[in-house]
């Protein structure tokens, strides 16, 4: 099936998302540049690595004086908004990717389709090498960021990531809203 390239440079918009009830959300990365929108799904770990990595990443380009520093909560609007509609699934990440564009200043994330359940190791890793203007391979979503519109993102992010199901107060596990079985309690039900 031949590649199909999502790319964004810049974004009107590029945020992290839910749709539907703690314990049963779906987590996408959306980017939005006119009429055009991109939905892609992934996973809530996913979700808080990208925002930590990319947090690192500015802090890193900070302190090496590349980029200006964080943004402060009360700079700016917080982007509160629910995802664009309508919300159509691209495809579901696989792969993750962070750079830096030195020439252009601009950070880049990229998302790449999820490998088939039949292939090897070996097959994914070729996979992953293949040049990006193959017209075979899996699809790629690719957003250029400037460092401001990485803090929003990471900002939102942060917030859609805690915004799920409260941790049980014993063994750190998502408490469903009726309870959990908690090991920590030796099978008993906590709630």
């Known amino acids: 099936m031949p590649r199909r390239r999502y790319i964004y440079d810049p974004p009107e918009r590029f945020v992290a998302g839910t749709v539907g009830e703690p314990g049963d959300r779906t987590f996408f990365l959306q980017a939005r540049d006119g009429g055009r929108i991109t939905s ?3 996973e809530k770990v996913q979700v808080a690595v990208l925002a930590d990595r990319l947090n690192r990443l500015l802090d890193e380009l900070e302190q090496r004086g590349v980029t200006a520093p964080p943004v402060t909560p009360d700079v700016g609007a917080a982007d509160v908004a629910p995802l664009d509609e309508p919300i159509v699934e ?3 990440a696989g792969t993750l990717t962070l750079g830096w564009d030195g020439d252009t200043d601009r950070i880049l994330v990229e998302a790449r389709a999820r490998a088939e359940e039949d292939e090897d190791d070996e097959a994914v890793e070729a996979e992953l090498a293949e040049d990006d203007d193959a017209p075979e391979g899996p699809d790629i979503f690719r957003v250029r ?5 990485a803090r929003a993102f990471v900002q939102r992010a942060a917030r859609v990531v805690a915004s ?3 941790p049980c107060p014993l063994c750190g596990e ?3 809203p009726q309870g959990h079985i908690c090991p920590r309690r030796n099978g008993h039900y906590v709630n």
């Open 40 to 42: 892609v799904v992934l």
């Open 90 to 92: 691209a495809f579901r």
């Open 145 to 149: 960021l400037t460092a401001p519109a």
């Open 164 to 166: 799920g199901r409260p």
């Open 174 to 176: 998502p408490l469903d």
